[in-house]
Structures are given as C-alpha cells and as structure tokens.
C-alpha cells in the first residue's frame, strides 16, 4: 500500500471517529435543549400557581377582614343586650312585692 493509500484509510479512520463524536455532541445538545424547554415550562407553571395561590390568599384576607368586622358587631349588639337587659332587670326590680 502506498503512502497516499495509508493517509487516506487513516482519514477515513478519523473523519468516522469525527462523525460519531459530532453526533454525540449533537445528541447532548438536544437533550439539553429538551431540559431546558422544559425547565422554562416549569417556571411559567410555577409562575401561573404563584399567581393563583396569592389570589387565594389575597381572597382569604379579605374573608378574614370581613370575618373581623361582623364579630366586632356581634361583641357590640351583645354588649348593647346586656346593657338593655340590665336595665329592664332594674324597671322590673320596682314591681316585685
């Protein structure tokens, strides 16, 4: 075989070596592509639960708020009853015998 012919299989031998790391290469590069679309789906999923939960949140603030005035009511007409009922305690008091 001649030197020419020797260099050429050798050349061959690499550029096969070449293509099948090439390939690997393009393989990992999918695959990381693929990772990381999916990473950004994840984050915009978890972006969109975010919002949800704050809107919960901010909808069980405002139940609470309410929830707080309506006992603050209620404390104030029930103080107003023991007041009302201590005073007629008091009218009645003056027709017992």
Request: aromatic letters at 2%; zero cysteines.
């Amino acid at each position: 075989m001649s030197s020419n012919s020797k260099d050429i299989n050798e050349l061959a031998s690499i550029s096969i070596e070449v293509e099948s790391k090439i390939n690997t290469a393009a393989t990992i590069v999918n695959q990381a592509t693929n990772a990381s679309d999916k990473t950004v789906k994840d984050l915009e999923n978890t972006g969109t639960n975010v919002n949800s939960i704050a809107k919960s949140i901010n909808e069980i603030n405002s139940i609470s708020t309410e929830n707080a005035r309506n006992v603050e009511e209620i404390a104030s007409a029930a103080e107003h009853l023991n007041s009302m009922t201590s005073e007629l305690s008091d009218k009645l008091e003056h027709f017992k015998t």
